[in-house]
Nanobody, 119 residues
Framework: QVQLVQSGGGLVQPGGSLRLSCAASGSRISITATDWYRQTPGQERELIAGITSTGITIYADSVKGRFIISRDNAKNTVYLQMNSLKPEDTAVYLC?????????????WGQGTQVTVSS
């Protein structure tokens, strides 16, 4: 059984940094594409960053230049380094990954993690 487990997040002051992790567990797995989303109450889920199996990255304009998505294939983990955080970055952050297991690919969601940017 495949699971995506997120870690990181929490409370940080404006201008600070946080790193989120999204780790896949299970036998015979590999992560292909992974996206990070964020959601605030009453708002639609926003795609903020993505990385392909070959390391190609995309970013939403709202985070470009501040956030960095990366991956460690050996650990089946994708990271989101968040720098120069602003109060408007406050949200629940979720990862969504395409995971291949035993030759079959499916999409999975992490459990979500709260990021709060406040002084």
């Amino acid at each position: 059984q495949v699971q995506l487990v997120q870690s990181g997040g929490g409370l940080v002051q404006p201008g600070g940094s946080l790193r989120l992790s999204c780790a896949a567990s299970g036998s015979r797995i590999s992560i292909t594409a992974t996206d990070w989303y964020r959601q605030t109450p009453g708002q639609e889920r926003e795609l903020i960053a993505g990385i392909t199996s070959t390391g190609i990255t995309i970013y939403a304009d709202s985070v470009k230049g501040r956030f960095i998505i990366s991956r460690d294939n050996a650990k089946n983990t994708v990271y989101l380094q968040m720098n120069s955080l602003k109060p408007e970055d406050t949200a629940v952050y979720l990862c969504n990954a395409e995971v291949t297991q035993w030759g079959r690919s499916n999409g999975y969601w992490g459990q979500g993690t709260q990021v709060t940017v406040s002084s």
